[in-house]
């Protein structure tokens, strides 16, 4: 399978890549590690006609710690954030999620940017992002701004960024080593998961993230509530599934994501 | 070269160097993994255009003259393969995994080739062979 024709242009800089987004318009995809964009131009269903590389911008690949959290460039890849010493240490729950993403040669190339762009709520990081409360850093034309990640995941592969945008960095509050769990559930090897969970303890309480439960990422906004109110990880674990909205496909129904929900986040919550 | 060529067809096609198979063609078999920059990547899912300046190798480029690679040698030795489709991806997966953990346990095998799939051998010899190829690197590098 080959991709519809493109044009290919590289950029250096973030201040580039905006300046070739602002030249080339809508019909422009920004490519990182190209793990999510390239197996939809093959499949023919992307076909941008201008493909803008940022994958070789090393400026926008770092981890460090910057007061109350972590920043992460956006083309930091998977296999860098799963092995990361400051990650180990100021939030281990990134660390292992980034882990289970796809397999070592994935790994070797998506990054955390692209993975969050996509906006696939299939995926593992953009639903333990928002259980972390993370906030993403844009550069547009006219500067840079901040989305919550609360903000960020607008619809199925939508999100908060405008199409003259480049994400620059991803802010994570540090949340320690430990004190998280992550439930992931598919039947093969590599596969995305049928439902995933991540729970994790922060400042603001317990978190819990739910992966591929609707078109967007979710919060399991009755379980943190529930949690908060006092109640045991079973009780809270079975007000999983309201409100969301699962697709079915050939792994699942509607009603069997909804009860893996309700089962993965007992066990989450039991593991934390 | 066209901007949409892919690694995979570029190794092929342009170099001739056909020992890295198009299985699934859809990123999940590893047939097509080679290593960019020592890393195992799958090549059908990159394009020649990201790979431009990076070192390529490919099974080809594994064996020493007439040697073979330890990996090479231990699937020989081990009876790592059937039909032989997926063993040029499944080798150069062992050779990065290896590169990143020197002396892994039977799990980190099967967890460190999760991207490769088998449709012959149940993977048991396999991983034998990766295990015992990290057993012969670590002798060899003391």
Redesign the interface.
């Known amino acids: 399978m080959i991709p519809a024709a493109f044009d290919y242009v590289r950029a250096e800089s973030a201040e580039g890549a905006v300046a070739q987004l602002a030249e080339h318009g809508d019909d422009a995809k920004l490519l990182a590690g190209g793990m999510s964009l390239l197996p939809l131009m093959k499949l023919r269903l992307a076909t941008p006609t201008v493909l803008i590389d940022v994958g070789r911008v090393r400026e926008l690949s770092y981890i460090r710690t910057d007061g109350d959290h972590v920043a992460i460039g956006a083309l930091t890849r998977h296999r860098d954030v799963e092995t990361n010493d400051v990650l180990a240490r100021e939030c281990g729950v990134l660390r292992a999620v980034a882990a289970q993403v796809g397999d070592n040669q994935v790994r070797h190339r998506g990054t955390i940017g692209g993975s969050i762009a996509h906006g696939d709520p299939a995926s593992d990081l953009p639903a333990a992002l928002l259980a972390l409360d993370a906030t993403f850093v844009a550069q547009g034309p006219g500067g840079t701004r901040e989305i919550a990640a609360s903000a960020f995941f607008e619809g199925f592969l939508e999100t908060a960024l405008a199409p003259d945008e480049l994400l620059l960095e991803i802010r994570v509050p540090k949340s320690g080593p430990n004190g998280f769990a992550f439930e992931k559930f598919n039947r093969r090897a590599q596969d995305f998961a049928t439902v995933g969970v991540v729970a994790a303890k922060t400042a603001g309480g317990t978190h819990v993230g739910l992966i591929n439960m609707g078109s967007t990422p979710l919060r399991a906004a009755g379980v943190e509530r529930a949690l908060a109110d006092g109640a045991g990880a079973a009780d809270a674990a079975a007000l999983a599934a309201d409100g969301t909205e699962p697709s079915a496909d050939l792994n699942a129904s509607v009603e069997y994501r909804q009860h893996l929900a309700r089962v993965l986040v007992r066990r989450a919550l039991e593991a934390l | 070269m ?3 060529t ?1 690694l995979v ?1 570029y190794l092929r096609e342009t170099c001739g160097l056909t020992g890295t198979k198009v299985g699934c ?4 078999c ?1 047939a097509c ?1 080679v290593l ?1 920059d020592g ?4 090549s059908c ?3 020649a ?2 790979a431009d300046g990076a070192t390529i190798t490919t099974i080809e480029g594994l064996a020493d003259g007439d040697t073979m690679h330890p990996v090479q040698q231990a699937f020989h030795e081990h009876h790592g393969l059937q039909c032989g489709y997926c063993t040029a991806g499944m080798v150069m ?1 062992a050779v ?2 290896l590169e ?1 953990i020197p002396d892994p346990s039977e799990r980190d095998v099967r967890v ?1 080739i ?3 799939l088998c449709r012959c051998t149940g993977y048991h010899n396999i991983v034998e062979s990766v295990l015992a190829a990290a057993e012969q690197m670590r002798t060899q590098a003391r």
């Open positions: 066209e901007p949409r892919l067809h063609d859809t990123s999940s590893g993994t960019v890393e195992s990547v799958k899912t990159m394009l255009a990201q997966a990065s995994l990143e460190g999760e991207g490769n």
